[in-house]
């Protein structure tokens, strides 16, 4: 089963604009990880937020946390038609169990 | 290598048919896992090791799914008697502790695409 689900499940925006994903997910966590796939490709970590931390930015990335709500959002600022690709949240649950549940996706396209 | 490995990177079997899918880790990880995607979906947790012992094995939904690590390196997901419904790729992941500690990063290889007919 999927820990997560992700909102939308597929967005296109213009190049240069800002692209924002929704993470919900069901129970208490650890951690919270986005990755990004590419038609074909394995996932690729982007970034992690642990369940301490509200906010955490990583270049044109910004993503926050609710742990109340039990959602995180991926802002993604400038994009650029290479950011086209799949992303997904990842929980960790468990201290003691190292796997990470991922959500459903969304696919992002960028126009140029 | 450097990154993950995984082979082969397509498999067409008949049902009813035996396959094995290989994984070579980041020489040094500790922690190898198996994923299952579907085609527009998610990553599906199968199992995981850490070195030779399979810690979790939740993931895997049936008996014909079977995983090892026999030296704590390379890694084999066996499937047998493959029904149509075992369609899907199979995605290998590896990950240092210090990796875990401060990124929470898993490496992911290209995987799997098992088609059966």
């Known amino acids: 089963s999927q820990q997560g689900e992700e909102d939308p499940q597929a967005l296109s925006i213009q190049e240069g604009e800002n692209a924002t994903m929704n993470c919900s997910y069901k129970?208490?966590?650890?951690?919270l990880q986005w990755y990004r796939q590419n038609s074909g490709r394995g996932l690729v970590h982007l970034i992690l937020?642990?369940?301490?931390?509200r906010e955490k930015h990583s270049g044109r990335l910004r993503v926050t946390l609710d742990t109340s709500k039990k959602s995180s959002s991926l802002l993604i600022t400038a994009s650029r038609a290479a950011d086209t690709a799949s992303y997904f949240c990842?929980?960790?649950?468990?201290?003691?169990?190292?796997?990470?549940?991922f959500g459903t996706g969304t696919r992002l396209t960028i126009i140029p | 290598g450097a990154g993950v490995s995984q082979s082969p990177r397509y498999k067409v079997a008949k049902r009813g048919q035996d396959v094995a899918l290989r994984c070579d880790p980041i020489?040094?990880?500790?922690?190898l896992f198996w994923y299952q995607q579907a085609l527009g979906q998610g990553p599906e947790f199968l199992t995981y090791?850490?070195?030779?012992?399979?810690?979790?094995k939740s993931g895997l939904p049936s008996d014909r799914f079977f995983a090892e690590r026999p030296e704590g390196s390379v890694s084999t997901l066996k499937i047998q008697r493959t029904q149509q419904e075992d369609s899907a790729v199979y995605l290998c992941?590896?990950?240092?502790?210090?990796?875990?500690?401060?990124?929470?990063?898993?490496?992911f290889g290209e995987g799997s695409r098992l088609t059966v007919l």
């Open positions: 937020i642990r369940s301490n931390e």
């Open positions: 129970t208490s966590i650890n951690n």
């Open positions: 020489s040094g990880h500790v922690s």
């Open positions: 990842a929980t960790e649950v468990d201290f003691g169990n190292e796997k990470l549940t």
């Open positions: 090791f850490q070195n030779e012992a399979q810690l979790d």
């Open positions: 992941a590896s990950s240092f502790p210090w990796d875990r500690k401060n990124t929470g990063e898993l490496f």
